[in-house]
């Protein structure tokens, strides 16, 4: 077989044109010292495929269970606003039996609930409302108390956030954030 360039066709065996060779030398001209090129050029758009394909998968995944999570949340009455002085808590479950949550009052009209499980190793956190966080004991972690980030300690993801209404006077909890981190 002889080559004239890496990057030109071989020349066919026989001599002749390629328009009088074999059929199958015709659909695929491709040289023998070319197909790794185009292997490589293949295995890239492979690549590129697949990861568009990955990428594609997950957002979809990721859209569907945010919206599943706000098909199966309850709506659920916690407690009458006038029953929690400002600066009080209660501690309530939802949305199910087990999944133990902290309703604060801040203000006259300021409510704010998270999950009291601790986003490091899952220790119930207990607020501490006159130094504006909520705070976790085991491991001496922090977090904001009106926005549930974390402030000091191992925790390193805000705590998951109750979705509350105000609705005559009784606080509902409506949904549950989780927070991206
Ligand atoms: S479990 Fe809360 S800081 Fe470790």
């Known amino acids: 077989m002889t080559l004239r360039d890496p990057d030109e066709l071989t ?3 026989d001599g002749r044109p390629l328009s009088e060779q074999p059929r ?3 659909d695929f001209p491709i040289d023998i010292a070319q197909d790794q090129y185009v292997a490589r050029r293949e295995f890239i758009k492979f690549l590129v ?6 990428v594609v998968g997950q957002t979809w995944i990721l859209v569907k269970s945010l919206f599943r999570r706000r098909e199966h949340q309850p709506q659920t009455p916690i407690v009458r606003l006038d029953e929690i002085p400002v600066g009080g808590f209660v501690q309530f479950d939802y949305p199910a039996s087990g999944e133990p949550k902290l309703l604060v009052r801040l203000g006259a009209q300021e409510v704010v609930a ?10 119930p956190v207990v607020p501490q409302v006159e130094r504006g966080r ?33 609705r005559d006077g009784m606080v509902w909890a409506i949904g549950v954030t989780e927070w991206m981190s």
């Open 11 to 13: 020349i066919p065996p």
């Open 24 to 26: 199958w030398r015709r």
């Open 49 to 54: 495929l697949t990861s568009f394909a990955f």
């Open 114 to 123: 998270y999950d009291q499980r601790c986003t490091h190793l899952s220790c």
């Open 134 to 166: 909520i705070h976790c004991p085991c491991h001496d972690g922090n977090f904001d108390l009106v926005t549930g980030r974390p402030l000091s300690g191992p925790p390193s993801r805000p705590l998951p956030r109750v979705d509350l209404e105000l």
